[in-house]
Structure formats: C-alpha cells, structure tokens
C-alpha cells in the first residue's frame, strides 16, 4: 500500500477490520470515536492512525500489505487471553441463565443473562486502553451523562396487577423521586382503573404489553405489543419503551419492537447493570436500545421469606450508592402491587440517598435512551496539532445536550464540557484528577442455578406455557401452540382456571 497517511493522521476514531460486533458494541457503550471498514481499497484507512483487527480473522502479514508504516496495527485477539470463554462473543450471548445471589443473607434466584456483561466490557477496555497508551496513542471517549453529571439514577415501575389501593400508597412514597420514575404499564391490569391512569398522565409511562407474558411466537409478540400501544396511545400516552415482563428477551419480541417503532426496552435476561446497547441479532445491530437495570427486586426476597422492606430498602440503597461511586447509571426497579406500596421505607431510602449525591442526573428511562440515541449519533475525530496538543472536531454540531470529553491518561482523566464543533487540546494542561479505585461490590453477577430443572418445568419451556393469552387467543401455527391450548382447555373444568 502507498504511503498516503500523513503526520497528522487522526488519532480517534479507531478504524476496526474484520473485528467482532461484540468490540463495535463495547467501544459504542463508552463513547469511544470509532469506524468500521468494509472494503480494503488504497483510501479506506486515511481515516486514522490506530487500526484494531482480529487475529482470527486475518493475518498480521496481511495486514501489513493493506497498512502504511504510520498506521499502528492492534489484534484484538490479545484481549481474549486468560478469559475462560471468547469475550466478544459473550458480549452478543442473547441466552438467559437462572442466577442465584448470596445477599445479606438470602438466596435470591432470577432468570438473567448468561454472562456478566458489563463487567466484560471493563476488563476488555482496560486492556485495550493499555494496548493504546503503550503505543502512545490517545484515550478519549464522550462521557456517558450529559455535562456535568457523573452517574444516573431512575427507579422503574413495573405496574402487573391491578390493585390501584397499592398503586396510589406507593404513590404517596413516590412523590420524592416523581422526576426520575419510569413507570410499565401491563393495560390488561390497567385500562379499566382510570384514576391510576390519570394519576400517570403527564408522567413517564411507557408500555408493558397488554397480557403480562413474552411469547417465542412472534406474530403473538406483536399482537400483544400492539394492543397495549392501541391503549396507551389513546390514554394520550406517547409510547417510546417497552419493558418485558420478566426480563425476558427473544428476537422476535425485539423485531416486534421495531416494527412498532419503539426507541429503547429494558429486559435484563439480556443484559443487566450495564451502560445502555444496541443488541446483536441476525447479523446486524438491533434499531431498539436496551436501557439494563439492576436485576434484583423486592420479590425475590419475598419469595426468598423475607418479610417487611428494610433489608429491600438497605439493598437497593447500597446498589445506587456503589453505582454513583463507579460512575454507571444506578437503575433500579420494583412493583407497587403488594409489594412497594406496602413498603414506604424503600422509596424514603432512595431519596435520601440521592439527596448525599448532588452529581447525579435524575432522570426517566425514556429521557435516558434519548440522550444515548444522541451521543450514539455523534460523529468526531481528534487530530494531532503538535506535541501533547489534539483539534477534537465534531461533524453537525448539535447543542441538544451538554456534552463533555472525558480524558484519560493512566490513573488520572479530566472531563472537559464542550462548547462547539472545535476544540483544542493540550493534554499536559488539563487539570486530571486521579480515578478512585474500583471498590468492592457487594452485589456481584449471580452464580449459575446448578438445580436440576424437572420433568415439568421441562415440559412447561417446550410448550411455551402460560396461563395470561385467553384461549381463544393463543396462536395454533406451531405444534406448541396447539400443544399449550388444549392443555389449557383440558385443564379450565378440572381446576377453574386456564
């Protein structure tokens, strides 16, 4: 390849070839400026300095023959040493795992994602981060909250059932954080209590489906989706997210959601306690964002025997607490119907722990996938002007958020507001200060459930089974279909229930 790369050839955005989604995905969570090249043409690689490339896909030699001697070359496949699993493809996993957590005492059980992603994305980045200061190149992503916050917080809302006496006690509680709730609404619950309904209006309400279930069946997903949109969206709702009852994600329920024309949903047995993604499916990144929250709620130390809602208050407090100390969005989640509603303590303990952290942004998920949509959509390039100096130029400035840069440079970063398209750089100064040691997290990813499923829950997951889709309603295309409906025809004279 001729020798076209000049001396002030960009240092951001890195230029991926031949790398795997899950490194696209990651290096989009942190707001790291980077492209992705298609096609190996004399031009393709102008763009920047520091070209990332997988060592399983192509060969060091051959990337010398598409590479000048300015470019600096880095196999990502060094990242996956030491992990007992291929990172990357961990990172793009869609397959949910029964989890288990030790907390203060409880064992608490909940079907989530089967890898830790969040805490991947940190380890693959800190090495990558060092890949790149040991080549002197450049450290600088967007950061992750509009100037000048450092962490999120938003409590989500799951409204299943419909007990409007629980709703309007939560509510009184709820009154704290009215600027930083999210509230899904399951309308098969909900469309005929209209005090509740209008107690939502003018509020963060968004869409939990209409029967409180996520099928395999994805013309069942749609209609599901679609009659709860109908309802909201005549209440004079405008639906933007979905949350998926259970956490539970599959592909069709996501090509449902775009079909729809949704921005974001939050289901974390595809991913929890983690920066904001687009998910991986059929070859292609999702057009729906996942806004991950912390997976574990009241009712699982309800079906653990705790009772009363101090030790739910105590934990959730802690999770928000660490979260705002590590700089990640602190999202929380919970229900009001015989549960938050009869638990006061737990909406006064996230209040006051919120009252202690003046940096952080109080806002609704809905709010959230905007600002990340719009950070996502942000094109930029750092350009070396001299010694320790870079021009950070953005392409169609937009001043809908305040934006900053967050320099890092080995244990110190400085975050820098910006005000327009260009800015210039001196790193050496900038005011830094050092990053806090991670702390310890009292809440690490749940252990694998290593209990035997039985015969019938087995059966249960082969037939899709479930007991909210009317009879009528069920879909008879597959043999699971028809399977799950005369099961439940058999079933409504023998015991009263379908």
Known sequence: M???????????PFLLWKTPPGLELILGQEGIAYESIRDAHPFAFRGGRFVLFDGRRESASAMRALLTSAHVAIDVDS????EPIDPFQ????????????????????????????????????????????????????????????????????DLDEPAAEDYFRFALGRNLLDDCCTHFVSTNAYQHEAEVLANLAGR??????????????????????????GILRAQGFPVEGFAAPHGRWNASLDDALESLGYSYSTDFQLGYDDFPFFPWKDGRFSK???????????????????????????????VVEEKVAAGE??????????????????????????????????????????????RASRKWLAIPRGPGRYEVQFEDWDARYPVALEVQRGDFRCLLPLNGPRTVLDLRT???????????RSVRPPEPDRRNPSLKQIIRQAIDWETETPIDEIPSATIAGRVKKGLRRWKLPRTGTS
């Not at 806004?291 to 407090?317: K, N, Q």
Request: a positive charge; charged letters at 25%; hydrophobic letters at 45%.
């Open 90 to 157: 961990a990172l793009i996993d869609d397959r949910p795992m029964r989890g288990a957590w030790q907390v203060q005492g409880w064992t608490l059980h909940e079907r989530v994602a089967r890898h830790p992603k969040a805490w991947i994305r940190e380890r693959l980045i800190a090495r990558l981060r060092e890949a790149v200061a040991a080549r002197d190149g450049l450290w600088m992503r967007l950061a992750p909250f509009p100037h000048p916050y450092r962490s999120a917080f938003n409590l989500r809302v």
């Open 288 to 318: 729906v964002l996942q806004v991950p929250v912390h997976p574990i709620c009241e009712g699982l130390f309800l079906d653990a025997g705790a009772t009363g809602g101090r030790v739910v208050a105590e934990h959730l407090a802690r």
């Open 430 to 440: 900038l005011a830094y200060d050092r990053r806090p040691e991670p702390a310890r």
């Open 79 to 82: 990242l996956r040493e030491g």
């Open 329 to 374: 969005p602190a999202f929380v989640y919970g229900h009001p119907e015989r549960r938050l509603g009869r638990m006061p303590e737990v909406p006064l303990a996230l209040a006051a722990t919120l009252r202690r952290q003046p940096l952080v942004w109080r806002t609704t998920l809905t709010e959230m996938a905007r600002w990340w949509r719009w």
């Open 2 to 12: 001729s020798e076209i790369l000049g001396p002030n050839a960009a240092a951001l």
């Open 204 to 229: 963060d309400a968004q869409s939990h489906g209409h029967y409180h279930y996520i099928h395999r069946d994805g013309e069942a997903n749609l209609r599901n989706l679609e009659r709860a949109d």
